[in-house]
């Protein structure tokens, strides 16, 4: 990630469509809840449970192209019923969009995600690592889906 300001854009060209301007971790919680005792008594891998949702704002004070994206991933580690950890991240972009208002929702809920996807990914996978327990891998998410299921269940409740 670069902190530099991005190169202006010479005169006559189109704004990009999609610019990142800054990530970041924006709130990030490893809890052990049963240490040290689970160490101590953990002879299998967990069931780990994911959840994860995406959510975008307008960035107050700024223009209206400028928005928050935000990945938030919980994992919720369990032998039987005993809690071996518990996992939670909120991953941050800041986007400049320069599209129609029509693409702005699937520009914010599947493009920018899966720019963050990654990094996010790796953090989760570190901090459960560094907390004495295996990696949690995330497998590739599709987030095509992930946003056509949520217009659905929106319609859904729209002619409930």
């Not at 709130?27 to 005792?37: K, N, R, W």
């Not at 019923?81 to 400049?96: K, M, P, R, W």
């Not at 702005?104 to 459960?128: G, S, W």
Request: proline fraction near 12%; glycine fraction near 4%; hydrophobic fraction near 40%.
């Amino acid at each position: 990630m670069s902190d530099a300001p991005s190169s202006p854009i010479p005169n006559g060209q189109p704004a990009p469509p999609l610019q990142l301007n800054i990530q970041y971790t924006k709130d990030l919680s490893f809890e052990v809840p049963g240490a040290p005792e689970i160490f101590l008594s953990l002879r299998e891998q967990p069931r780990v449970d994911l959840s994860l949702d995406v959510q975008a704002r307008p960035v107050p004070g700024q223009q209206p192209n400028i928005f928050e994206v935000s990945l938030q991933i919980r994992a919720d580690a369990k032998i039987q019923e005993t809690s071996c950890f518990i996992a939670e991240l909120v991953y941050c972009g800041v986007f400049t969009l320069n599209v129609p208002q029509e693409h702005v929702e699937p520009v914010l809920l599947v493009e920018c995600p899966r720019l963050l996807f990654p990094f996010a990914r790796n953090i989760l996978a570190d901090v459960t690592r560094d907390g004495g327990f295996p990696p949690v891998m995330l497998n590739p998410i599709d987030f095509v889906a992930l946003w056509q299921s949520r217009r659905g269940q929106a319609q859904q409740v729209g002619t409930a």
